[in-house]
T-cell receptor
């Protein structure tokens, strides 16, 4: 099993450009999450999904959109990138929201200039 | 506001020592608490998950304890090794379904 994979691993965008980050998991997990990690701070939840076709806002959703068209994939979109979105983005999945442990992808380092 | 705090932010100890990492949280109404390890440029690896009904969990040289009444958890690492060098993160699932993360403790084990 590959676990949780993320593409791309690195990306540099100019302000105003758009992009999509792809997360895939092969563990048949219902729950998937997108986090961002900034220096000196804990992970912050951007959006999450409790199953195929569902999405919900997390702690810091502004400027991001997500889609879960297939159970194994969770996409994070930036429609108009801003320098404040420079961060490391992690995708995670789990069997349930709070009871089971979360499994993480390797992360995507995004720089917006 | 629910918060998770990890102190110290960084810790350096000689190889072979036993050490304790701390995690404190502001609300005792939790579902569980997880300890993660993060290596530079990599994702997070779950080390131990403690449910709210449990007092501790052990895995190899790692032991995590939970004291809900005082809002504290500790991660004990026995006989530390250079390979234990990483950032250790604590995450708490609160009863309102919020998962809140600490900022982590960067651990360096000196050979």
């Amino acid at each position: 099993n590959a676990g949780v994979t993320q593409t791309p691993k690195f990306r540099v965008l100019k302000t105003g450009q758009s992009m999509t980050l792809l997360c895939a998991q092969d563990m048949n997990h219902e729950y998937m999450y997108w986090y961002r990690q900034d220096p000196g701070m804990g992970l912050r939840l951007i959006h999450y999904s409790v199953g195929e076709g569902t999405t919900a806002k997390g702690e810091v959703p502004d400027g991001y959109n997500v889609s879960r068209l297939k159970k194994q994939n969770f996409l994070l979109g930036l429609e108009s990138a801003a320098p404040s979105q420079t961060s490391v983005y992690f995708c995670a999945s789990s069997y349930s929201r709070v009871t089971y442990e979360q499994y993480f992808g390797p992360g995507t380092r995004l720089t917006v200039t | 506001k629910q918060e998770v705090t990890q102190i110290p932010a960084a810790l350096s100890v000689p190889e072979g020592e036993n050490l304790v990492l701390n995690c404190s949280f502001t609300d005792s109404a939790i579902y569980n608490l997880q300890w993660f390890r993060q290596d530079p440029g990599k994702g997070l690896t779950s080390l131990l998950l403690i449910q709210s009904s449990q007092r501790e969990q052990t895995s190899g040289r790692l032991n995590a304890s939970l004291d809900k009444s005082s809002g504290r958890s500790t991660l004990y690492i026995a006989a530390s090794q250079p390979g234990d060098s990483a950032t250790y993160l604590c995450a708490v699932s609160f009863s309102n379904y919020q998962l809140i993360w600490g900022a982590g403790t960067k651990l360096i084990i000196k050979p």
